[in-house]
């Protein structure tokens, strides 16, 4: 709550009573929604707040905005040219300028403001070799004494090896400006940013300056990378030209000019953009820092420093037409400002980063050594089980495709030739070459990668085996074909039931299996996979409410009883136990009821009926919620056996192996339904691993395998982390200080571990941050940025808790809740006038969790699915996602769900949240070519975020930041109705304005610390949160002054809102 007095002072007003909107109230009421509800207000707090420049919250945000970045404002407009390149260098360590033809030695270079470079020799250390930065007035030149050493190149990197850019450690806090490309990656070589105090010193991103004003979407990207090499033939290519055209009904080259306007982001493809040249460097000589070594670089010296000055050049060159752009596009003061705090990002470490990281690598090796002995004994034991020669394999549903075939006995009575006699070929195969050397060691190359693994481990999808087609990959059977013709010999035998005669499958038959080396016979164990098949079908049938679900099925079709009655037919041939084909046959007259398929017409079907018994198998209860549940999204065109495989279905015939007993249902792909999958033990499955869904089948008779199978998918998931992040955590160029470097506090700390015979370092890592690395302006970053946060199953995902303050200091950081949600609340709520005031906004506001209306829990209850998960949608609706991809979402949240059931939910949500697109009637009635969205609990939002996204000049609300150049309407000639580029363009009003609110939190924070002269600085800021390194005295001021002002200054820039008491 606000307190009266605060309110005046912030918004020169004070309001003491609002008039109910009954509009605003009807549009709640119809959502379910009371805005009448009596609950507990607090009572307003009130605290002194430092004087206002102006006489509100804007005025004095954008006064402090322009204080704060006019000293580096002023540094960019002195640098108005560069002096010719020296011709010649010389190799001294150290600074050297270079002046009118002459050169002497430097601390550092001597202007405030230049243009900067650094070149590594990767094969050596991420310490600089070499560094070029030039000003108005100089060129210079720094060579690291490293190059010029005879040591053995060290790996490690100490402050002496880096640049150094203050001559005068008494002037730290002087303004200086580094303009770079990616300059970031320059910034971690500058050896006074490793220092706990922060200088005056900032970096100005041609990269993230490019981004921000021509930048591309990743669609965009791709189509840019094929139209620069001219991969017209390109799927990607042809499907955008072909969608595009047919909406806009243009030509290509009308229909892409925003190509020209554009570029990728190295520092070449933006030099041609912005100074429309070539670029005056020779790349190949790059091959020397990436590759070569200290010698290398000695004996090509000059011609590697021009071309680390020709890089400076060309990013001066670029800055200086770059930034006229840039400013004409981002006006505020804040924008600038937050840019370079984002560039200053700061993490301190100590020596628990280097502990860390032999912890997480010792485990990792320990759990893949686990995986791996694990997995040779499973081998083992499924040698031991079945090398026999009863052929024992061919009886088991997971291990009877494997090529158990065996070299013929060798005249060579050696011992290895005797044992590698009786070996099978899978088995042969995981022995190291040559295996007559190393047969003792068993199957050591055997890895979870391999298509071996899950077979040995016995996995089931909910309860079947996994089958592996040598075209399908992996899947499982579902049986109920019936092989044709009826009563062939070779799947079918005779037998006496009840004292009848009856045809019946056979257990196990002979099946093809091709592959390069040619075809081999196999024998399929189908009614040991039938054993598993009949506890699933069970439960499926009875145990999950089918028969409520059949008599509440969509549109009855008089196939479905016809349906009931082939499942029933194919379990009557199938070679189970007779006590179990009559309970499943019970089971469907149960379903059934008294219905008499004599009553029904036999109609002509577009496909035969059992066809569809797969489909039913895969979806239980759900298939009879589709009202296109024979089509199975081929509508009514029946397509031959051969060519099935190409269709995106649930169940499809089998391959290779081709079992006329059984149909093939693929594994969940996120790359859409039918997809193959290339390893069930990959990453996007390790949620159903932790589901549940997929997971070990039981076995008495092998004692144990349930657990060494469980034990390897646990160590699985734990180890996926650190698999995924370990390369990008052990690049991390970080450096410990000297103890003269740190502050008092911690150098006291260090001669109190010294005497106590602790050894304790203190450093930091500089962030490779890009400032603004996509189109919205976020920050982008593969580690810190990206990580997720810490789980006790996930080895190395604690990496954020490595961020160390050191003694004497602290970490202080605060977060907004639902960020994006808020904002875009707000700008719904602002068409109304009133916070709150409509559907979306109220539920933001007073929406409550317990009582289930919030946000999350309604999508949640609307369409049946976790809260978390609606939290997904609702984010990704939010970001200008679409049907589609609501669908898409929906089938990875809900592995069994059929595309038609997806489509049928995602339509519900998209109704019931964004509403219906509605064309706009003019004052005369007649329609004009706009749309609308009504009658959702998003629309006004929508229809207010599309208002920004089609205006002729989209900007943010807050600071007016304009969208990239590639997404303006003249560059991608939208119409008024659809749009290929709208979800992006959404997607960046939200996301853009989210951007303005962090860099609205950097000035005020900064403004702060400055104005109280706190201890303080910026570590990190991830999206929404940001995280400040503070002195400890002053902890309490830091979190203070992270509280007041800034939800206030965005709901104040909107001007339509007023703030309720409520908030």
Request: charged share 25%; net charge positive; with cysteine.
């Amino acid at each position: 709550m606000i307190d009266r007095r605060l309110q005046k002072l912030l918004f020169s007003k004070s309001i003491s009573h609002y008039n109910v909107s009954e509009e605003a109230c009807e549009q709640l009421q119809v959502h379910g929604l009371n805005a009448f509800e009596r609950r507990q207000v607090e009572e307003p707090h009130y605290f002194d707040l430092p004087p206002l420049r102006g006489s509100n919250i804007k005025q004095h945000f954008d006064s402090i905005a322009a204080d704060l970045s006019k000293p580096y404002l002023e540094l960019i407009g002195l640098l108005k040219s560069l002096p010719e390149i020296p011709m010649k260098w010389q190799m001294i360590p150290g600074w050297t300028a270079y002046v009118n033809g002459s050169f002497f030695k430097v601390d550092a270079p001597l202007e405030d403001v230049l243009v900067f470079d650094t070149e590594v020799l990767v094969t050596e250390s991420c310490a600089p070799v070499i560094a070029v930065a030039a000003s108005t007035n100089a060129w210079y030149l720094w060579v690291s004494p490293r190059l010029l050493s005879i040591t053995k190149p060290m790996k490690s990197v100490s402050m002496a090896d880096l640049v150094s850019f203050y001559s005068n450690h008494a002037h730290f806090s002087h303004p200086k400006c580094v303009i770079g490309h990616f300059v970031s990656y320059d910034r971690a070589r500058i050896m006074e940013e490793y220092l706990t105090e922060p200088t005056g010193m900032r970096f100005v991103d041609t990269m993230s300056l490019h981004i921000c004003v021509s930048g591309l979407t990743s669609t965009q990207r791709n189509l840019k990378l094929a139209s620069d090499k001219h991969l017209y033939n390109n799927k990607l290519w042809k499907d955008f030209v072909a969608e595009h055209n047919s909406r806009k009904g243009s030509s290509d080259a009308e229909s892409l000019d925003w190509i020209k306007d554009a570029s990728l982001n190295s520092l070449l493809d933006v030099f041609k953009l912005y100074c429309q040249k070539e670029p005056y460097q020779n790349k190949d000589l790059r091959s020397t820092f990436e590759k070569g070594t200290r010698k290398d670089v000695i004996d090509d010296f000059q011609n590697l420093v021009t071309y680390c000055a020709y890089d400076v050049q060309m990013t001066f060159e670029t800055f200086q037409n770059l930034w006229k752009l840039y400013i004409e596009r981002f006006p505020h003061p804040a924008t600038f400002y937050g840019l370079l705090e984002m560039g200053n990002m700061y993490l301190p470490i100590n020596t628990s980063w280097i502990d860390f990281q032999e912890r997480a690598n010792k485990t990792y090796d320990n759990l893949n050594n686990s995986q791996r002995m694990l997995l040779q004994k499973l081998a083992e034991d499924a040698l031991n089980r079945h090398n026999g020669s009863d052929r024992s394999y061919q009886k088991d549903p997971w291990l009877w495709d494997l090529d158990w075939s065996k070299p013929k006995r060798p005249a060579n009575k050696s011992e290895s030739a005797q044992v590698l006699a009786n070996l099978p070929k899978w088995y042969r195969d995981l022995i190291p070459k040559p295996i007559k050397d190393h047969y003792k060691s068993g199957p050591s190359l055997i890895t979870a990668q391999m298509n071996i693994a899950p077979k040995l481990l016995r996995l089931c999808w909910k309860g079947l085996p996994l089958h592996y087609d040598n075209t399908l990959k992996w899947g499982t059977l579902i049986p109920g074909r019936v092989p044709k013709p009826v009563g062939d010999p070779h799947y079918y035998i005779q037998k006496v039931v009840d004292d009848f005669p009856k045809r019946q499958i056979r257990t196990s038959f002979v099946v093809t299996k091709t592959a390069a080396a040619g075809s081999e016979e196999l024998i399929f164990p189908f009614k040991e996979y039938l054993q598993y098949w009949e506890k699933v079908i069970e439960k499926r049938l009875c145990g999950l409410g089918p028969k409520s679900a059949f008599e509440s099925r969509v549109e009855p079709d008089p196939r479905d009883g016809l349906l009931l009655d082939e499942l029933r037919r194919s379990v009557e041939v199938m070679p189970l136990d007779l006590d179990v084909v009559k309970r499943i046959i019970g089971s469907i007259k149960e379903i059934t009821g008294d219905h008499s398929n004599n009553q029904v017409k036999i109609m002509k079907t577009s496909r035969p009926i059992y066809e569809n018994l797969g489909e039913l198998q895969v979806m239980g209860g759900l298939f009879w919620q589709n009202k296109d549940r024979y089509e199975s999204g081929n509508k009514s065109k029946w397509v031959p056996p051969g060519q099935r495989k190409k269709l995106r279905r649930t169940s499809t015939d089998t391959v290779n192996p081709e079992i006329p007993t059984c149909w093939f249902c693929p594994l969940p792909n996120e790359a859409g339904t039918g997809m193959p999958v290339g390893s069930p033990l990959s990453k996007p499955f390790q949620v159903h691993i932790t589901a549940g869904r997929l997971h070990s089948a039981s076995s008495d008779a092998e004692g144990g395998l349930d657990n060494t199978a469980d034990q390897i998918l646990r160590d699985r998931i734990r180890a996926s982390f650190w698999q995924s992040y370990s390369k990008r955590v052990m690049t991390q160029m970080y450096v410990f200080m000297e103890k003269d470097m740190l502050p008092s506090s911690v150098q006291a700390t260090l001669e109190e571990a010294l005497s106590n015979g602790n050894i304790k370092r203190y450093g930091a890592i500089i962030p490779q941050v890009i400032a603004a690395g996509t189109i919205s302006r976020r920050a982008v970053e593969p580690l810190w940025l990206t990580a997720s946060n810490a789980e006790a199953e996930r080895l190395g995902s604690e990496i954020k808790a490595m961020v160390q303050a050191p003694p004497g200091f602290c970490l202080v950081g605060a977060d907004v809740d639902s960020q994006e949600m808020w904002i875009a609340s707000l700008i719904g709520d602002s068409v109304v006038g009133f916070q709150g005031g409509t559907p979306y906004g109220w539920m933001t506001l007073e929406g409550s969790k317990a009582k289930g209306t919030d946000l999350h829990t309604k999508t949640a209850n609307l369409i049946g699915i976790k809260r978390s998960e609606a939290k997904v949608l609702n984010y990704a609706r939010l970001y200008g996602s679409g049907l589609e991809f609501t669908k898409h979402l929906l089938s990875k949240f809900q592995s069994n769900l059929r595309p038609e059931e997806a489509s049928m939910k995602a339509e519900t949500l998209m109704r019931a949240t964004k509403g219906q697109r509605v064309p706009v009637q003019t004052s005369k009635g007649k329609l004009d070519m706009k749309y609308m969205w009504k009658d959702g609990t998003e629309s006004y939002v929508f229809n207010a975020l599309e208002a920004i996204a089609r205006s002729p000049e989209p900007r943010t609300p807050v600071l007016g930041a304009q969208i990239t150049r590639a997404l303006t309407p003249q560059a991608v000639k939208d119409d008024a109705s659809l749009s290929l580029f709208l979800p992006s363009r959404i997607n960046w009003v939200v996301q853009s304005s989210a951007v303005d609110y962090l860099h609205c939190i950097l000035v005020i924070m900064a403004w702060l610390i400055q104005k109280y002269n706190l201890r303080a600085r910026l570590c990190i800021s991830i999206h929404d949160e940001v995280r400040y390194l503070c002195d400890q005295r002053c902890a309490d001021q830091v979190a203070l002054a992270l509280q007041p002002w800034l939800s206030l200054l965005t709901e104040h820039t909107l001007a339509k809102v007023k703030r309720q008491r409520s908030c």
